[in-house]
């Protein structure tokens, strides 16, 4: 019951910010798919951040429970805080990539030469 009254909250919030965009602000109807893939690709790189934090974080701690000779638990991987980390990460790093203008590949095949 609970994640049917959250989906139904989120979708009255998103109709009323599609009105208020539409109506108010002047945005054009057709640029929300875009938006919604933008939303994809950040989404998509928070999960790898989150992911990646935790691949990083669950040998770390266990080099130093060996290192160290002290227990240090798994447990700290366990923590909410993983994913609002992630979020900034992803976060930042989308917005550097839109602030550059340019795709990393593209770039990076610029770079190369090989722009064909």
């Known amino acids: 019951m609970i994640g049917i009254f959250m989906l139904a909250l989120a979708g009255l919030t998103s109709v009323g910010a599609y009105l208020l965009g539409t109506r108010r602000l002047g945005l054009p109807p057709a640029r929300l798919g875009a938006a919604v893939g933008k939303t994809l690709e950040t989404v ?3 999960l ?3 992911v990646a ?3 990083v974080a ?8 060996a290192v160290t000779g002290t ?3 798994v447990y700290v991987t366990d923590d909410t805080a993983w994913l609002g980390l992630s979020l900034l990460q992803g976060l930042a790093f989308q917005w550097w990539r839109e602030a550059s203008g340019k795709k990393a590949g593209a770039l990076a095949l ?3 030469g090989d722009l064909g």
Do not use: C, K, Q, T
């Not at 669950?58 to 429970?65: I, N, Q, S």
């Open 44 to 46: 998509g790189a928070v």
């Open 48 to 50: 790898i951040f989150l």
């Open 53 to 55: 934090n935790l691949v």
């Open 58 to 65: 669950v040998p770390l701690v266990v080099a130093l429970r």
């Open 71 to 73: 227990f240090v638990s």
């Open 110 to 112: 610029e770079e190369r």
